[in-house]
């Protein structure tokens, strides 16, 4: 009743207040609250205000679908139609494991997120273009990176794993600050910019961001992003070779400066020579023989991955289906926390052994045709060469994503991939009004169906680069 009833202040504050374009701004900026930061950190703040970002998310959500119905702004039926299929993997599954409702409810969260995002952001279709909105995206990375380094220089510098940017925990700044690089290279490489924000100082600036946090992740999946932009790329690619090249070197650099010491203090090696022995790659996911938790208490991420299908492989029916919604959440409300949590602390802290221990191999191939669905859209004869490079940039991080965090509660991610979904099913913003001189002179001539926010100066289109 709590949960019904923020969400419900929530979104009339939004309706009320600033109409679709409140709703928008409160869903974006919800994502972008690092309360879970600061309870770790500074304040012991009550359980239920760390679901604040969430429940201002869902919120502003409902608050999108009362003033933007969907036969105004119809939603696509692909995502629909996966997400309904996710749904019925895990409600089968629950049957099968006699899986508590809360459980249920908690473990689709993700979903719920997803669809307020796509919501709220379907409901500022007129009042911001997909450029404007990713121009909003660049300047939340730039805003963040500049945070990691504020972080670098306080709190984080006996303790690296503080410096987190906008965000709670360092793989979901990762994430983040990939995708504004991804986004940036995708309209650089098309000889575009996203609104004011210049290529040439973005990127560097988010690389640098991720050289002085503990993100020792940041080498594969930034080698991963440039690979694919000189593979898909149709222009620039000598340019991006390189700039890739020099970044990398950079980064590299950087890091091994901040944190040889560091690692020499604890083992012998230092971290440039850790981070290209088999050994110590095998350790970092694997662990040891018999040592495969990390110093918290929680499973290394590779040894999650290999107890969640252990743990369903005994017969057809969990390997299919998995232990159930919820079996390897930790979570504190009553009836959602998971046996198999209890049993091997952080089994779920990867996408892959949460599905897999969750809702078994239909459940993951559920999820994966989800992401399919976004990557071979309908409707896209129009799409612009950024947007389609930005779309299938996101979606390849995604699944390279599976392996090495749980991403699907955060709500970012929900964010970033729900903002695919109107360049996946087609939906652009209005053209721009355009003058013209007619016999009883200037005049404007536009589109016949025009939003009445379409006259906004924001809604002008962005310029290109020189």
């Known amino acids: 009743m ?27 900026l919800a994502t972008l609250v690092p309360l879970e930061y600061v309870d770790r950190y500074f304040l012991d703040l009550p359980s239920a205000l760390k679901w604040l970002p969430e429940l201002a998310l869902v919120g502003a959500g409902v608050a999108a679908l009362v003033l933007a119905p969907p036969a105004r702004a119809p939603l696509p039926r692909g995502p629909l139609v996966a997400a309904l ?26 979903l719920v997120l997803f669809f307020a995002a796509l919501l709220a952001q379907r409901a500022a279709t007129g009042l911001y273009d997909v450029e404007r909105r990713h121009a909003f995206l660049v300047g939340a990375g730039v805003v ?21 940017g906008l965000f709670s925990l360092g793989e979901v700044v990762l994430f983040f600050h990939l995708c504004v690089i991804v986004l940036v290279l995708a309209y650089w490489v098309e000889g575009r910019r996203v609104g004011r924000w210049r290529a040439g100082l973005v990127v560097p600036w988010m690389v640098l961001s991720l050289a002085i946090g503990n993100q020792e992740a940041a080498f594969p999946y930034l080698g991963l992003v440039f690979v694919y932009f000189l593979v898909r790329a149709r222009r620039r690619r000598v340019a ?140 896209v004869a129009g799409e612009p060469a950024e947007q389609r490079l930005y779309r299938e940039a996101i979606l390849l991080l995604t699944v390279a994503y599976l392996v090495y965090v749980r991403l699907v509660y955060e709500p970012i991610f929900a964010w970033v991939l729900a903002g695919l979904v109107p360049l996946a099913a087609g939906v652009r913003a209005e053209p721009p009004l355009r003058p013209h001189t007619g016999p009883s002179g200037p005049s404007i001539k536009g589109p016949s169906r025009i939003h009445e926010a379409s006259i906004d100066p924001e809604s002008r289109p962005l310029r290109r680069s020189s």
């Open 2 to 28: 709590l949960v019904a009833a923020v969400v419900a202040v929530l979104a009339y504050l939004a309706i009320v207040l600033a109409d679709r374009r409140g709703s928008f701004w409160l869903a974006f």
């Open 144 to 164: 963040s990176a500049g945070v990691c380094f504020v972080q670098r220089v306080t709190v984080g510098r006996s303790e690296p794993d503080r410096v987190t």
């Open 240 to 379: 991006l070779l390189t700039t890739g090249a020099a970044l990398g070197a950079a980064t590299l650099l950087v890091f091994a400066a901040l944190y040889d010491t560091q690692y020499r203090g604890e083992s012998e090696r230092g971290f440039t020579d850790s981070l290209f022995s088999w050994a110590y790659l095998q350790r970092y996911f694997l662990g040891e023989r018999h040592d495969v938790y990390t110093p918290s208490g929680d499973l290394l991420r590779g040894a999650a991955v290999v107890t969640a299908y252990r743990e369903i492989e005994g017969s057809g029916t969990t390997l299919a289906l998995g232990r159930g919604p919820g079996a390897t959440s930790e979570s504190a409300i009553a009836g959602a926390g998971g046996p198999l949590a209890v049993q091997y602390p952080g089994i779920g802290r990867v996408t892959l052994s949460l599905l897999l221990g969750e809702v078994g191999f239909l459940g993951l191939l559920a999820h994966l045709g989800f992401v399919l669905v976004l990557l071979r859209p309908r409707n």
């Open 85 to 110: 299929l996710c749904l019925l993997v895990a409600l089968v599954s629950k049957a099968v494991n006699h899986s508590s409702p809360v459980a249920l409810v908690v473990s689709q969260r993700g």
